[in-house]
């Protein structure tokens, strides 16, 4: 079996002579879910899934990141379901890491591939299915949609990472980079789930702050990065969840390409009604 290109190395159990110091953080402004935290331990499951268990990175939370949740998802080969979604007002973003899973809606099957993306739109009939001889695992960000009086929902989207060539941030030489899987300017989606890719030694120059939430989970390399008033060294297989307006930066180590998935909420007017979620 070749190494998955993404990383993927979840499950198990600490060995009992290990240490307890880890880098878990949560505090009011981000929290830092570090890839040992992923054990069998904290797996939980889901209605309808067969041979399918996961890991919840993410979930509203009133007062810190309120619009989102990210799931970490194996499927065992003939696992998945036929009714994955039970929120009708559920949009979704589908990625894979590893193996492969088949997805059906409106009468067509369609093959996610390690780098593939799906995105679901709310109300939408599909299934999944690993159909494979090996594990497959996958991202599964889930959004409840903004529906606006005179915007269409978005169409469903499947693509991969291979049909996409990254955008460069400008004045970077090309050693900051986005790929993007849905147009920015199409203001019918009101989230993007995109990959950044920064090379060694390339920095977000300055503290974005900004009202976007952001689930940040790390695909490849290590960086350190600023959060808030800290700074904190995450790798492959780290998540951070920051919520609105906290500071954020970044330097990218070595040897290898920094590479996160990262979510945001856009496109949408500020709700100016207290949130009772």
Known sequence: MTKAKY????GGHPNQTNLLTDRAVFTDAYAVIPKGSM????TSFLPFWD???LWVLSRPLTGFS???SQYIMEVQPNGGSNQPETD???EGVLF???GAVNITFNGKKYELEEGGYAYLPAGLKWTLRNQSDEVSKFHWIRKSYKFVDGLDK????VTSVKNIIPSPMPDTDGKWTTTRFVDPSDLRHDM???IVTLQPGAVIPFCETHVMEHGLYILNGKAVYRLNQDWIEVEAGDYMLLRAFCPQACYAGGPNAFQYLLYKDVNRHMNLKLSNN
Do not use: C, G, L
Not at 7 to 10: A, D, L, P, V
Not at 39 to 42: A, G, K, L, Q, S
Not at 154 to 157: K, L, R
């Open 7 to 10: 990383f993927s190395e979840m």
């Open 39 to 42: 054990r069998d331990i904290v």
């Open 51 to 53: 041979e399918t268990r």
């Open 66 to 68: 309120e619009t989102f």
């Open 88 to 90: 009708p007002d559920a």
């Open 96 to 98: 894979i890491v590893e």
């Open 154 to 157: 978005p169409d469903p989207i």
């Open 192 to 194: 993007h789930v995109t």
